[in-house]
């Protein structure tokens, strides 16, 4: 079986798998979603970590500002590689892992901007004897998670370096999940999202680098007998 075929097995079986678990157990606003994010939500429905320097600024500003610099300078180096001859065979790389970040973040931002999904902390009713969730709200535009969707981006680099570097392929991959779930997990603190929001957000990102990278297979290979 050539690595294309045995990569568009795997890879269907995992989003349709994936797909599956995450429709059956982690439904927006569901058991599960709600059990999780308790722990941050008092008794009126109020999220007291919502300003939370660490989180609001550390997190949601500072974390998000390095990965957009660290992205940027992947367009540093593929505009670079036009004038140093050293840059010209890594063009290919710079260009595409840039074109991911920027196309799966932009996705997620253009499905959350359509989203009818409120934030939690907008779906808070306080009452007398304390609060209950209304998912009727219609404040949406909070699905998926647009902060979390800036970590995940890292992904891209597996696709990148699947075949050229396998150590670094890894590398962006678990930094991608490390850091998108920890952003996500931070903002879930705040009220701002559901921990289904982050995991959607991460499923969205893989399939849209699964689809491409089966889309310029053929660049790839070329690009690895380059190397």
């Known amino acids: 079986m050539h690595d294309k075929q045995r990569f568009t097995l795997y890879?269907?079986?995992?989003?349709?798998?994936?797909?599956?678990?995450?429709?059956?157990c982690f439904p927006i606003g569901g058991?599960?979603?709600?059990a999780l994010i308790a722990p941050w939500v008092?008794?009126?429905?109020?999220?007291?970590?919502?300003?939370?320097?660490?989180?609001?600024?550390?997190?949601?500003?500072?974390?998000?500002?390095?990965?957009?610099?660290?992205?940027?300078?992947?367009?540093?180096?593929?505009?670079?590689s036009f004038k140093f001859e050293s840059k010209k065979s890594l063009r290919w790389t710079y260009g595409y892992f840039f074109c991911m970040v920027i196309l799966s973040t932009s996705m997620i931002?253009?499905?959350k901007s359509q989203s009818a999904h409120a934030c939690p902390w907008n779906t808070t009713i306080p009452t007398p004897q304390g609060?209950?969730?209304?998912?009727?709200?219609?404040t949406?535009?909070?699905?998926?998670?647009g902060h979390a969707?800036?970590?995940?981006?890292?992904?891209?680099?597996?696709?990148?370096?699947?075949?050229?570097n396998k150590k670094r392929a890894y590398f962006f991959l678990f930094s991608g999940l490390i850091l998108g779930f920890a952003m996500g997990w931070a903002q879930m603190m705040r009220g701002a999202h559901f921990l289904s929001h982050n995991l959607w957000t991460a499923?969205?990102?893989w399939l849209i680098n699964v689809i491409f990278y089966l889309f310029y297979n053929q660049k790839f290979n070329i690009v690895q007998e380059q190397s």
């Open 11 to 24: 890879q269907g079986c995992f989003l349709v798998m994936s797909f599956c678990i995450l429709w059956v």
């Open 31 to 34: 058991s599960l979603d709600l």
């Open 42 to 80: 008092n008794k009126s429905g109020q999220f007291l970590l919502r300003d939370n320097w660490y989180l609001a600024e550390l997190n949601h500003r500072y974390v998000k500002d390095l990965l957009i610099l660290l992205y940027a300078s992947f367009l540093a180096l593929w505009l670079a």
């Open 109 to 111: 931002g253009l499905l």
């Open 131 to 138: 609060f209950f969730w209304d998912f009727s709200t219609t």
């Open 140 to 145: 949406g535009h909070c699905f998926p998670g």
């Open 149 to 164: 969707s800036t970590g995940f981006a890292l992904m891209a680099g597996y696709f990148v370096f699947r075949r050229s």
């Open 203 to 205: 499923w969205i990102i």
